[in-house]
């Protein structure tokens, strides 16, 4: 294993590379405590998604965040990407670092994951944090999605985000950025320099554009975008532990209603909606989301 140190103002967290099989796999690490788990979502990395929020995290407990293969600094295997390959995944990652049960918290595609595993297999998980997540019902898709299912179409938009990322100004690309996610809150510290040189960093990477059409088009199905078995509202009875959900208001992607219906028919959830923040609470009210997240996992 090869790893590096990532030092915070209390605690030492560590990034680096494991072996699961033939997979080599980028993950950060740290902190001391029950274990809790974090599932970034698409086209993101453990890195770069729980940037604001594993150092405060492993302040009390040991924090695990992986890049889900074909994402990150992971491998990026031919696979069959989707809900399925990446729950698999998790499942084996937990079994390699001798995780027999961990709160997990999933955020967008990341929240599927972590229902799946949660239903599928259910000692795996103690409690259950779904932050803007993926299965609530039909999303507020963006066009930009409906045309990287198109073969040849998709390939040439991720070529074009590529290279904008890399010749447009950091601050138009915040702005893009932040209309897609429904952030608008102090873009430059939600968007830092650190933050969008690892974006060109993941979008420069070999197979990571294969990987993130595959996921996408995984997700869809022949009459609506993200649609079909990954709707699981009817299985969320099922859950028996404690759940948190964490939603921003102004989620264009994945309206607030979508976590209403699922704290209504979550028999022992509880729901926090971040105002001021879009799709991605966890980096736009980063204090408020670590308050909400403490307190979930210390009660």
């Known amino acids: 294993m090869i790893e590096s140190v990532m030092r915070g103002p209390r605690k030492t967290l560590r990034s680096g590379f494991t072996?699961?099989?033939?997979?080599?796999?980028?993950?950060?690490?740290?902190?001391?405590?029950?274990?809790?788990l974090f599932i970034h979502g698409l086209g993101s990395s453990g890195y770069i998604e729980w940037r604001f929020n594993l150092e405060s995290t492993a302040q009390r407990h040991r924090v695990y965040a992986p890049d889900l293969p074909g994402f990150g600094r992971s491998e990026k295997p031919r696979a069959r990407y989707g809900v399925p390959y990446f729950t698999r995944f998790i499942e084996r990652y937990m079994e390699a670092r001798g995780l027999r049960s961990a709160a997990v918290v999933g955020a967008s595609l990341g929240g599927r994951i972590a229902l799946?595993?949660?239903?599928?297999?259910?000692?795996?998980?103690?409690?259950?944090?779904?932050?803007?997540?993926?299965?609530?019902?039909?999303?507020?898709?963006?066009?930009?999605?409906?045309?990287?299912?198109?073969?040849?179409?998709?390939?040439?938009?991720?070529?074009?985000?590529r290279d904008a990322l890399h010749l447009a100004p950091s601050q138009l690309i915040r702005r893009v950025a932040g209309r897609l996610a429904g952030a608008s809150h102090d873009l430059k510290r939600t968007m830092d320099d650190a933050y969008l040189d690892n974006l060109r960093e993941l979008y420069a990477a070999d197979g990571y554009h294969d990987a993130y059409l595959a996921t996408v088009r995984s997700l869809a199905t022949p009459m609506a975008l993200f649609g079909?078995?990954?709707?699981?509202?009817?299985?969320?009875?099922?859950?028996?532990?404690?759940?948190?959900?964490?939603?921003?208001?102004?989620?264009?992607?994945?309206?607030?209603?979508?976590?209403?219906?699922?704290?209504?028919m979550i028999q022992r959830s509880q729901l926090a909606v971040i105002e001021g923040a879009g799709h991605t609470p966890q980096a736009e009210r980063p204090e408020e989301f670590n308050r909400v997240l403490r307190r979930f996992l210390d009660n």
Do not use: C
Request: glycine share 10%.
């Open 19 to 36: 072996e699961l099989g033939s997979l080599r796999v980028h993950h950060t690490h740290g902190g001391r405590g029950s274990p809790v």
């Open 116 to 161: 799946e595993l949660a239903l599928e297999n259910p000692r795996r998980v103690s409690k259950l944090v779904l932050v803007n997540a993926l299965g609530f019902g039909r999303p507020n898709v963006h066009v930009s999605y409906g045309l990287v299912m198109i073969p040849k179409l998709g390939e040439a938009v991720m070529n074009v985000a």
């Open 228 to 264: 079909g078995p990954h709707n699981v509202t009817k299985r969320l009875n099922e859950l028996k532990i404690p759940v948190q959900l964490i939603w921003g208001a102004d989620d264009p992607l994945f309206p607030v209603a979508h976590a209403a219906l699922a704290h209504s």
